[in-house]
């Protein structure tokens, strides 16, 4: 298998990191399943862009918080290419609120896309992805940090992590390697959505790199673990973080 003929699916890819990994996969000969939720223009411009570029692309709208969504998104994307050889669970959402205040709504709703969903995807993939393939997790660095506020969103995290640890060891015998990429404070709308510019200022100062990470920093940490460099490398966390943990 080279890197030329290798497949991606990378959900929530069509804005932030998910297209910044996208992009980069693309880069590297890969053809990249653009999965995404609502945001259809944004998907389709990102498809458009790696076509223009060279690259295979095909936007595949899927909302992997849905049950059934993992099977028909792996369905499709076989459609489309032929098999898939990597997968990266990037799809999430994070609401704040002090545990004593979370209401039904958010525990349901983030448990539901950040592990629940990942989870089906990662059952998929341990049955259609053949011997050298790659599954990436997203996970955070806010499991580690237990700041005021995240406790549901960093437990949602904390389970993918366990779930990385996990699968590695059931998958090395097929030689399919199992990890996650664990992000700090990024520059997304993701991120700064609903924080004011005092804030998002304090975080930037707790890094020792004075700034906040950018979408590149880490899809080029997801471009190598997808990449055959990486083989003998499974059931790790990288802390993309810039040192703040």
Same mark, same amino acid.
């Given at each position: 298998?080279?890197?030329? %003929?290798? %497949? ?27 999965? @995404? ?10 498809? %458009? ?24 998104? +792996? ?35 983030? +448990? ?24 990436? *997790? ?11 506020? @995240? ?27 199992? *990890? ?9 709308? +993701? ?15 707790? *890094? ?5 990470? %950018? ?31």
């Amino acid at each position: 298998m080279t890197q030329q %003929t290798r %497949t991606a699916i990378v959900t929530g890819a069509s804005r932030g990191i998910g297209a910044e990994i996208a992009r980069a996969l693309a880069a590297d000969g890969i053809a990249v399943v653009v999965n @995404y939720a609502n945001s259809a223009g944004a998907a389709e411009d990102l498809v %458009t862009e790696i076509v223009e570029q060279g690259g295979r692309a095909v936007a595949i709208c899927a909302d992997i918080s849905d049950p059934a969504a993992p099977a028909s998104l +792996f369905e499709q994307a076989e459609a489309a290419f032929g098999s898939v050889d990597i997968l990266i669970n990037n799809a999430g959402m994070m609401q704040l609120a002090p545990i004593s205040e979370a209401a039904d709504q958010q525990i349901d709703t983030q +448990f539901a896309l950040n592990l629940a969903g990942p989870i089906r995807m990662m059952r998929e993939a341990a049955t259609r992805i053949g011997s050298g393939g790659r599954i990436i *997790n997203l996970s955070s660095s806010v499991v580690g940090l237990y700041q005021p506020g @995240y406790g549901i969103y960093a437990a949602t995290k904390a389970g993918i992590e366990a779930l990385t640890h996990v699968l590695a060891k059931e998958l090395g015998p097929k030689e399919i390697t199992v *990890n996650a990429v664990a992000p700090g404070p990024v520059g997304t709308d +993701f991120f700064l959505a609903g924080k004011s510019d005092a804030l998002v200022d304090q975080i930037r100062k707790m *890094n020792p790199f004075g700034r906040l990470g %950018t979408p590149g920093d880490i899809a080029r940490v997801v471009r190598f673990l997808a990449s055959e460099e990486a083989a003998w490398i499974s059931g790790q966390v990288v802390r993309a973080n810039g040192g703040v943990i």
